[in-house]
């Protein structure tokens, strides 16, 4: 089993910064694939960034890529989210997701755990 909380969110001016963190309590934290999704009111789940096991594999939802960056530290049992020149359509609760299994990375039914969400606001 393994357990996962989000921090970091909070409100930021558009064309700021954020950093999320997303610590793991539980076993085998390095043979999870982790992921960052968030959503906004009215709005599905979406997928935001993913992070293989390693950490080495990355991807990207295009309205993200080029200003946000995943992370993971396996020695601290942490995801990170690294979001710069944010936009307020970025304000969403934001989720990290982790999982065993070989599945699409992309969508939420790929993944079997998640944090209870941190909120990020971006004001205009």
């Known amino acids: 089993q393994l357990q996962l909380v989000e921090s970091g969110g909070g409100l930021v001016q558009a064309g700021g910064s954020l950093r999320l963190s997303c610590a793991a309590s539980g076993l085998a934290f390095s043979a999870y694939r982790l992921g960052w999704f968030r959503q906004a009111p009215g709005k599905e789940r979406e997928f935001v960034a993913a992070a293989g096991w390693n950490g080495v594999s990355t991807y990207y939802a295009d309205s993200v890529k080029g200003r946000f960056t995943i992370s993971r530290d396996n020695a601290k049992n942490t995801l990170y989210l690294q979001m710069n020149s944010l936009k307020p359509e970025d304000t969403a609760v934001y989720y990290c997701?982790?999982?065993?299994?070989?599945?699409?990375?992309?969508?939420?039914?790929?993944?079997?755990?998640w944090g209870q969400g941190t909120q990020v606001t971006v004001s205009s």
């Open positions: 997701a982790a999982t065993r299994r070989g599945s699409n990375y992309y969508t939420p039914y790929g993944y079997d755990y």
